[in-house]
């Protein structure tokens, strides 16, 4: 790490942390040097979130270690507890542990309103359970672009298997009012798998609370298999069975039961995408331990993209590391199956040499900006040209220079940005209480690694 300066002291750790929600802006200076730094990486708040919807739906009490600490976590973990869930947090020197009294599905009707601010994940997945509790009268609401964000697909879906939910702003977006009056009753249904993977996951998570059989036909292709995947091992790993018939139908048996366990939380492996892109971007090298290189997160793969750009890559069975090359390339890759870490890429790529051409990202005109558009706008003050397209993006690399980054109320803007002060003076980055959502801790990751943080 990069020595302090004599005469002014740098803020610790915790009072990064702590100041996080005050910040307006932080001015990012470089190291100076290549960032060369080991990091662990806190849970993945995708497994978090799936595993607080199964251990609330199971008999008995289950422990979940490494739990991510995000917002978006925490909106979960709050909601969970207005229905009836008992959640308590531990935190010791190696992370938090939730300890979860699950209902066995006997989930208490609630009566009131869960506002779950941008906490997209949380909608969805609340969406479903709400639905399947019986008695319950519940209004899901969230932030200003959550309002904006679709979940037509979900609704519709529900409705088909009885239940009650209306719209109480724009049609197919929430606010949304659900009530109802018995379990949802299985069947067949047909789901759109070019929208949102979210929907389906969040169908799957609640299919043993059905009355009957669930089959979930697909239509179209799937999109974001990945995050269906960890779905699917989270549900088994709770031992519920649910066949996937090579994502064009899921099958979930009737008469299943979740079952109670303690279970620790993979490392969050698009949290790790950032760190990694520090080496790329600074010639330097960075291990991330807790992480598991046979992980079904689809970012785990990303140091693999990495390589393709000219980065060398080594692993072992709870860490990957990352060497930045002389000189990063441009490529071309299909980011369908890993979208979260589009804008990292588009960030790292802006010092590529060569044109960088990213496709398969759709979904991000719907996330909590549209992302294509933000990078496009945030790449030009930097000094790097792009050319956005309804599904892809196209970087060319470049020189980038120090700008005043929007972020867009998007923690992934933010962070990715943020990678650029590895090798760039004057970035400044607006609003960087939004890296909460996902990695409340990133500011402090970042100052580890050398990178000057002022607020």
Not at 151 to 172: K, M, N, P, S
Not at 186 to 197: K, L, Y
Request: aromatic share 4%.
């Amino acid at each position: 790490m990069m020595a302090a300066q004599p005469t002014q002291r740098h803020p610790s750790r915790s009072e990064i942390a702590r100041s996080n929600s005050d910040m307006m802006t932080v001015k990012l200076t470089p190291p100076g040097t290549p960032v060369s730094q080991t990091f662990e990486v806190l849970g993945s708040k995708s497994y978090t979130n799936r595993s607080l919807i199964i251990a609330a739906l199971a008999s008995g009490v289950s422990k979940l270690s490494l739990a991510s600490t995000s917002s978006d976590s925490e909106a979960m973990t709050k909601a969970l507890r207005l229905l009836g869930v008992s959640i308590e947090e531990e935190t010791g020197p190696h992370g938090t542990t939730l300890t979860v009294e699950g209902t066995g599905g006997a989930l208490n009707p609630y009566h009131g309103e869960i506002n779950v601010g941008p906490a997209g994940t949380t909608m969805r997945f609340l969406t479903a359970l709400c639905a399947a509790i019986p008695g319950i009268d519940v209004v899901l609401s969230g932030s200003e672009r959550m309002h904006a964000r679709p979940i037509q697909e979900l609704v519709t879906t529900l409705r088909d298997l009885g239940a009650e939910i209306d719209y109480l702003g724009t049609e197919g977006c929430p606010p949304l009012r659900i009530r109802s009056k018995a379990h949802l009753k299985g069947g067949t249904i047909t789901m759109n798998g070019t929208v949102s993977s979210q929907f389906i996951s969040a169908i799957i998570l609640t299919a043993p609370l059905n009355t009957n059989k669930l089959t979930i036909e697909i239509a179209g292709d799937q999109i974001s298999k990945s995050y269906i995947d960890m779905t699917l091992q989270s549900v088994r790993e709770f031992g519920v069975s649910i066949t996937n018939e090579s994502y064009k139908r899921y099958l979930c048996g009737a008469g299943q039961k979740y079952q109670p366990r303690s279970t620790q939380i993979e490392g969050d492996a698009s949290g790790a995408s950032y760190l990694w892109g520090l080496a790329a971007v600074s010639q330097g090298k960075v291990t991330v331990q807790n992480v598991n290189p046979q992980s079904a997160q689809g970012d785990i793969h990303f140091p693999e993209v990495l390589m393709r750009m000219g980065c060398s890559v080594s692993s072992d069975s709870r860490s990957i590391t990352v060497t930045g090359p002389k000189t990063l390339k441009g490529i071309e890759i299909d980011m369908s199956n890993m979208p979260d870490v589009a804008q990292t890429l588009a960030v790292i790529a802006a010092f590529a040499q060569g044109v960088t051409t990213m496709r398969g990202l759709s979904t991000l005109r719907v996330k909590e900006t549209d992302r294509i558009a933000a990078l496009h706008t945030e790449l030009e003050k930097v000094g790097i040209r792009s050319e956005p397209g309804p599904d892809y993006l196209i970087v060319h690399g470049g020189t980038p220079h120090g700008a005043r980054i929007k972020t867009y109320d998007d923690h992934r803007m933010a962070m990715s940005f943020a990678i650029m002060s590895a090798r760039v003076a004057s970035i400044e980055i607006e609003e960087p209480h939004v890296v909460e959502k996902s990695f409340p801790t990133f500011w402090a990751a970042l100052q580890e690694s050398g990178i000057r943080v002022d607020a």
